[in-house]
């Protein structure tokens, strides 16, 4: 089993930065795939950004890119997501997500297992 665990949300004024982070634990792995998706309520849950296991691809949804960054590069150590620029409608619970084929990672099926989520606030 892996257990997926976030930190990093809160409250901020529209314009702000938030820096979340996600540490996995349990079974080694390797060739994964990291993603981060948000689900607002009343919204289905949508895709943010994702990055290959040794950092060297990274992918990210239109209306987030240019304003957060993913990083990561070690089974051992967290994936972040850098956000800036924050805007009302990025207020959401956000999770991050392990994927064992590095398939479709824009994909929310695509992902073998979840984080518990953490809210990100972002007031006008």
């Known amino acids: 089993q892996v257990q997926l665990v976030e930190s990093g949300g809160g409250l901020v004024q529209a314009g702000g930065s938030l820096r979340l982070s996600c540490l996995a634990s349990g079974r080694t792995f390797s060739n994964y795939g990291m993603g981060w998706f948000r689900q607002a309520p009343g919204k289905e849950r949508e895709f943010v950004a994702a990055?290959?296991?040794?950092?060297?691809?990274?992918y990210y949804a239109d209306s987030v890119k240019g304003r957060f960054t993913i990083s990561g590069d070690n089974a051992k150590r967290p994936v972040y997501l850098q956000m800036n620029s924050l805007k009302p409608e990025d207020t959401a619970v956000y999770y991050c997500?392990?994927?064992?084929?590095?398939?479709?990672?824009?994909?929310?099926?695509?992902?073998?297992?979840w984080g518990q989520g953490t809210q990100v606030t972002v007031s006008s």
């Open positions: 997500a392990l994927e064992m084929t590095l398939s479709s990672m824009r994909y929310a099926g695509s992902y073998d297992y």
């Open positions: 990055i290959t296991w040794n950092g060297g691809s990274t």
